[in-house]
């Protein structure tokens, strides 16, 4: 079955950076895109970037451009999220989310989703 | 950008049926595809609806999907209610930039 596992998060102090990281597995993981979506405590669902199957194509939501980076290594079945320049608003639990669409070079929604880790921004 | 637009929060007993609306502001709702997601407390989401109306392996068929263009909303209905549906329940859509979620339904089984 499918499974996405979440790793990286802690607390960490404004203006610092952190990385986390995603294994999957139960499904052929270089055929898919794969999303970061984050939630605040209490708060809803915010979609934060997406990158292609290939990793050749990635989108990001407007908060987080220019200091986030989605990659991922398709050997080892992982994707990763680096975060610069923590802010406050950065706190969350960020779940890393498969796409639906095999081969898609943009993906939309989501199938599957991992457990989640939380990243504090705290000084 | 558009937005979604959920009720913060329907009730219903256990049972019944109960319905679970997502407007979208702008863009055409039968153009971009609407997926519905169950969030327990406490648990992470899990997909009940995709394209619309396409139910997951695993989701009971008192889970449906449907749209209506007329008001430019989706809808989610979970007929026979059980306990264990009492959750958060978000919308989602896409347009050619931006992938959208609504500000979540929360259902309350009493």
């Known amino acids: 079955q499918v499974q996405l596992v979440e790793s990286g998060g802690g607390v960490v102090q404004p203006g610092r950076s952190l990385r986390l990281s995603c294994t999957a597995s139960?499904?052929?993981?270089?055929?898919?895109?794969m999303h970061w979506v984050r939630q605040a405590p209490g708060k809803g669902l915010e979609w934060a970037a997406v990158?292609?199957?290939?990793?050749?194509?990635?989108y990001y939501t407007d908060s987080v451009k220019g200091r986030f980076t989605i990659s991922r290594d398709n050997s080892k079945n992982t994707l990763f999220l680096q975060m610069n320049s923590l802010r406050a608003e950065d706190t969350a639990t960020y779940y890393c989310?498969?796409?639906?669409?095999?081969?898609?070079?943009?993906?939309?929604?989501?199938?599957?989703w991992g457990r989640g880790t939380l990243v504090t921004v705290s000084s | 950008n558009f937005i979604l637009t959920q009720p913060h929060s329907v009730s219903a007993s256990p049972g019944k049926t109960v319905t679970i609306s997502c407007t979208r502001s702008?863009?055409?709702?039968?153009?971009?595809?609407v997926q519905w997601y169950q969030q327990r407390p406490g648990s992470f989401p899990t997909t009940v609806i995709f394209?619309?109306?396409?139910?997951p392996s695993g989701v009971p068929d008192r889970f449906s999907g449907s749209i209506d263009t007329s008001s430019n909303s989706a809808s989610l209905t979970i007929s026979g209610l059980k306990t264990e549906d009492e959750s958060d329940y978000y919308c989602?859509?896409?347009?050619?930039?931006?992938?959208?979620f609504g500000g979540g339904t929360r259902l309350t089984v009493l």
């Open positions: 989310v498969k796409d639906t669409t095999s081969y898609s070079s943009s993906g939309y929604y989501f199938d599957y």
């Open positions: 139960g499904f052929s993981f270089r055929a898919y895109g």
């Open positions: 990158i292609s199957y290939d990793g050749n194509t990635k």
């Open positions: 702008s863009g055409s709702i039968a153009r971009y595809s």
């Open positions: 394209e619309n109306n396409q139910r």
């Open positions: 989602q859509s896409y347009d050619d930039n931006n992938r959208v």
